[in-house]
């Protein structure tokens, strides 16, 4: 079980501050990066299939990643959540749960268009199940790298808003070293004009942002 964005399993919506906002991938808006030296970005996670009962293959999770960039060019992580995936055959249903925390601390400097972070691990916490049947027992839960080097850069996400579909202004984080993360799925996008949520189908195509 993975939750890489070649799954594609996951959404985000996010906020700076304590303003909620969304994930989304989307064209770079270009430009030099201002943000201010110390600001929190967030982003709460959702993903759930829709195909219904009749599915062979069920997906359902959450999760919430954290950014404070902090004075003297300071920075934590914190990304944490749950992903569950049920497979039915002939033999019954086989459910995984992942259950993860992790935390970075580290270093963030800007660099033209974009605000690179050179991470670390502080925390690490993980827990996964195999369930079949009544018998449920213990998987290998993998780990991220002891160290984490993420570029984030601006960028714009198409939402439907109640009057039509807005474009917002949004940070996009995407690591520099590491593709197969077992936490919350690349990229972390944060929305930055506006708050946003964003809703994953069965396949990475079918995302919705919803702009609130």
């Given at each position: ?62 999760s919430a990643v ?123 996008v944060f929305g ?21």
């Open positions: 079980m993975k939750t890489n964005p070649g799954v594609g399993f996951w959404c985000v919506f996010v906020s700076i501050g304590l303003l909620p906002v969304c994930l989304a991938a989307g064209p770079g808006a270009g430009g030099p990066l201002s943000l201010p030296d110390n600001v929190g970005l967030r982003a709460t996670v959702s993903w759930q299939g829709e195909c219904g009962a009749d599915c062979a293959v069920q997906v359902s999770g959450e954290k950014i404070m960039f902090q004075k003297k060019n300071l920075v934590r992580v914190l990304d944490g959540g749950s992903l569950t995936r049920r497979e039915s055959g002939p033999d019954g249903t086989v459910t995984e749960k992942r259950v993860y925390s992790f935390t970075f601390k580290g270093g963030w400097f800007n660099a033209g268009g974009a605000r690179e972070l050179s991470l670390t691990e502080e925390q690490h916490s993980c827990q996964q199940t195999l369930t079949r049947g009544e018998e449920v027992e213990k998987a290998e839960c993998p780990r991220p790298g002891k160290r984490l080097s993420l570029r984030c850069t601006r960028t714009t996400v198409t939402a439907q808003a109640a009057s039509g579909p807005v474009e917002v202004e949004a940070l996009s984080c995407a690591p520099l070293n590491q593709d197969d993360y077992p936490g919350t799925a690349w990229p972390w930055l004009s506006r708050p946003l949520s964003t809703e994953r189908g069965e396949t990475p195509a079918d995302v919705r942002h919803l702009a609130r």
